[in-house]
């Protein structure tokens, strides 16, 4: 029956690169005839964790969409795109910076920081999507929001292309890093989001919604007893 109070609970999917995060919110509505929503989306060229809610669990999102996060992305840094991502059209080319100066970039970046909201985005201005303006190649002002990096560490740098840790709080676009360093992001893979894991992805489980409350730190006015 759709809209459906069951299933209900947390699913954690390994999201693919291709299919936007909504379809894959609409494949498991089909799957389980439950209402079904999301708790903070991931752009079609990204890939992992993906936290899908099912049932009288949507009522939980709240609880869910603040959590921080953990990333791994390649970021070209010899060449900026229109979108910061691969999916755009490149902007410019130039030398990338070696090792000292990438350090250099990185430390003005950890912390609280500061950065304008990629032009392909969801965010609203004048009560339409960025990206749809974005896309109709009108040009806006994008705001500035504020975020926090507790971790933004090199695992690899080679070729002009870094290989990116971070850690970061809910809402922060690793695009816009990406071109704050001076590069797009090639590739984006969510690690974690809170507690959870990419690792413990799949699809045929759900978690009750106390086993995933248990582990969290619930956002208070949450409506948890509508939700059991």
């Not at 430390?107 to 960025?130: D, N, Q, Y």
């Not at 690690?191 to 990419?198: H, I, K, L």
């Amino acid at each position: 029956m759709k809209g459906a109070l069951n299933p209900s609970g947390l699913i954690l999917v390994d999201k693919p690169a291709g299919p936007s995060s909504f379809a894959i919110v609409a494949e498991v509505r089909r799957r389980t005839g439950a209402r079904t929503g999301h708790a903070g989306t991931l752009d079609p060229f990204a890939t992992g964790l993906l936290l899908v809610l099912s049932g009288s669990a949507t009522k939980l999102a709240s609880c869910f969409v603040g959590l921080d996060k953990r990333y791994v992305t390649d970021v070209d840094l010899s060449t900026r795109t229109s979108t910061g991502d691969p999916e755009g059209e490149v902007v410019g080319r130039h030398e990338a910076p070696n090792a000292n100066e990438l350090a250099r970039r990185l430390e003005g970046l950890r912390g609280e920081i500061e950065l304008p909201i990629p032009a392909a985005s969801a965010v609203k201005i004048g009560g339409e999507r960025a990206y749809r303006l974005h896309r109709r190649g009108v040009e806006v002002e994008m705001p500035v929001r504020r975020s926090r990096v507790d971790a933004l560490d090199v695992i690899a740098y080679r070729d002009g292309v870094a290989r990116l840790d971070l850690k970061v709080s809910s809402g922060t676009y690793v695009r816009a890093i990406a071109e704050a360093l001076g590069g797009h992001c090639v590739t984006l893979r969510r690690s974690e989001v809170g507690p959870f894991t990419v690792e413990e992805a799949d699809v045929g489980r759900i978690l009750s919604a106390d086993e995933a409350l248990a582990r969290i730190v619930v956002t208070p006015g949450a409506d948890v007893e509508a939700a059991r």
